[in-house]
């Protein structure tokens, strides 16, 4: 089983960017649906955008054109670039995997995620 964990958060103002990263222990080519999720304080985790191995992309209306998402399967890594961050994107991020983009159901255990928080 490939392990997922994140980093890159951190504290950032208002219209600041982030970019966040998710590193696998193992090879990334065969993973057919890579997400990133979020989770807000007193809030459930939502699905902010995934990538396909096909490199097709789907964002949360939310994020939509402010937030980036890709892959270099060469480093196994996965990034999500956050620009013109909100307060309202404070939350801790997590990255899992999925069989496939009509699958809901995340196949990786959650790592600890990484904190980000926007200050107004």
């Known amino acids: 089983q490939v392990q997922l964990v994140e980093s890159g958060g951190g504290l950032v103002q208002a219209g600041g960017s982030l970019r966040l990263s998710c590193a696998a222990s193992g090879s990334i080519v065969d993973i057919s649906v890579m997400d990133w999720y979020r989770q807000a304080p007193g809030k459930q985790r939502e699905l902010v955008a995934y990538?396909?191995?096909?490199?097709?992309?789907m964002y949360a209306d939310s994020v939509k054109g402010r937030f980036t998402i890709s892959r270099d399967n060469a480093r196994n890594t996965m990034y999500l670039q956050m620009n013109s961050l909100k307060p309202e994107d404070t939350a801790v991020y997590y990255c899992n995997r999925r069989k496939n983009r009509f699958d809901p159901s995340p196949m990786a255990r959650w790592g600890k995620g990484t904190l980000v928080t926007v200050s107004s």
């Open positions: 990538i396909t191995s096909g490199l097709s992309t």
